[in-house]
């Protein structure tokens, strides 16, 4: 079965950096996209960046775009997410999640709901 599990999490000060990685396994498939998503307390589950594992086209939302990268090894299984110049709002819980194998056609990769399997999370603190 398909595990995910998130590490990199800390604690900064604002304005520094840190790199999340999720190493993923059981997956047995090699189209589907890979995202990053975080929640804060009392704040809805958001999708803040997504790639698709063939060709490495990616998405990130407007919080984050220009500060965070989102990469993935070339087999596909590991996930990362480079955070440059930290803020306090970015103070979350961090998930890495994956998708169904993805056929083609268009998906709002920053959509939980397009997620099947997530992992438990790393926490980050920005003070």
């Known amino acids: 079965h398909v595990q995910l599990v998130e590490s990199g999490g800390d604690s900064v000060q604002a304005g520094g950096s840190l790199r999340l990685s999720c190493a993923a396994s059981?997956?047995?498939?090699?189209?589907?996209?890979m995202a990053w998503f975080r929640q804060a307390p009392g704040k809805e589950r958001e999708g803040i960046a997504a790639?698709?594992?063939?060709?490495?086209?990616?998405n990130y939302a407007n919080s984050v775009k220009g500060r965070f990268t989102i990469s993935h090894d070339n087999a596909g299984k590991t996930l990362y997410l480079q955070m440059n110049v930290l803020e306090p709002e970015d103070t979350a819980m961090y998930y890495c999640?994956?998708?169904?194998?993805?056929?083609?056609?268009?998906?709002?990769?920053?959509?939980?709901?397009?997620?099947?399997?997530w992992g438990r999370g790393t926490q980050v603190t920005v003070s």
């Open positions: 999640a994956v998708g169904s194998v993805y056929y083609g056609g268009y998906i709002d990769a920053l959509d939980p709901d397009e997620y099947k399997y």
């Open positions: 059981g997956i047995t498939y090699s189209s589907y996209h």
């Open positions: 790639i698709y594992t063939i060709g490495s086209h990616s």
